[in-house]
């Protein structure tokens, strides 16, 4: 069990005792009524390492605490009550779920991190059949596409609002306006959070829109960690990979062949992207750099075989 300074990491939480002291900040915070348990305060709590875990505050103790429980600040919070956390819409994925009682205390802190803690869910993961579990809350990021009317609705003699929106992947920020991986774009203007840009390829060549800054997060699986950084979609195009070239036409075109292509077609789609062979460089080179004259063109022959 790791113990750091004396608090406990909220992945460590166990349910077999009430005297944990963990230092969390306070990442979302809501009201909820239920028959069960009647008016309540709920948290989500995170440690520094980015360990969630759901925290309710009965009426019981809303005057001691309430005060204490102010959204994004960081709490030292001592002796509480863990039990399973089971049922639907869980909040997190943690098995256990914190209860503060009358004699938890909660005491202020200095930030540790800035960072809010969300533990983001992908557009692939939501829309898979078997993706996610339907039981647990997520976080998502997204671009608000259309947003419904609010509608109010009677549960447990409460009244209830939902308001219904549609969510746009901001990875691939808009593919019916061509707004995915692989489009060439040519910046208008520059603003500190947000560029205005002109398609330059596809369908939507000529439209201008807007690219927001975006969480991107790298897939590299040898870090022991996850970094995370807010950014522009974007890449400059200096160069691209023949298969992202597919589809365009170009007027000049620099085909650079450190090795032979090593599909079928592959190295047709590179030459046939120019509309003018004037407009066609190539540079072919050995493993040691030197310029080649020649290339392989590799053909399945097999693709030909039922052509009649």
């Not at 348990?37 to 009426?59: Q, R, V």
């Not at 009317?149 to 808009?174: A, G, Q």
């Not at 075109?253 to 190295?267: A, D, I, K, N, T």
């Amino acid at each position: 069990m790791a113990v750091m300074n004396g608090f406990t990491h909220v992945s460590d939480l166990k349910a077999y005792k009430t005297t944990w002291k963990i230092r969390v900040r306070i990442v979302h915070t809501w009201k909820q009524y239920t028959t069960y348990a009647g008016e309540t305060i709920e948290m989500i709590l995170a440690d520094f390492k980015g360990s969630l875990i759901h925290a309710t505050i009965k009426k019981q103790q809303f005057n001691k605490h309430q005060r204490l429980i102010v959204f994004g600040d960081w709490r030292i919070i001592e002796n509480f009550q863990l039990s399973r956390s089971t049922g639907m819409f869980r909040a997190t994925k943690h098995q256990y779920k914190m209860t503060i009682m009358n004699s938890t205390i909660i005491s202020r802190c200095d930030s540790v991190s800035n960072d809010f803690y969300l533990d983001l869910a992908s557009f692939d993961n939501i829309l898979a059949e078997d993706g996610l579990n339907e039981n647990i809350l997520i976080d998502v990021v997204g671009q608000v596409v259309s947003c419904g009317e609010m509608k109010t609705s009677e549960l447990n003699d409460k009244p209830k609002k939902r308001l219904e929106v549609i969510l746009r992947d901001t990875r691939n920020i808009d593919p019916r306006g061509g707004l995915m991986n692989g489009t060439r774009l040519q910046i208008t203007q520059l603003a500190e959070f947000v560029l205005e840009v002109i398609v330059i390829t596809g369908d939507r060549v000529g439209d201008k829109v807007l690219i927001p800054r975006i969480l991107l997060t790298p897939s590299d699986t040898k870090l022991p960690f996850k970094i995370r950084r807010r950014q522009l979609p974007l890449v400059v195009a200096f160069a691209m990979t023949i298969n992202k070239s597919q589809g365009q036409s170009l007027d000049y075109v620099g085909l650079y062949l450190p090795r032979p292509c090593f599909s079928h077609g592959q190295f047709y789609v590179a030459v046939s992207r120019v509309t003018n062979k004037k407009g066609l460089k190539i540079l072919i080179v050995d493993k040691e750099g030197k310029p080649q004259k020649e290339t392989m063109n590799v053909v399945f022959k097999e693709v030909f075989q039922n052509l009649k």
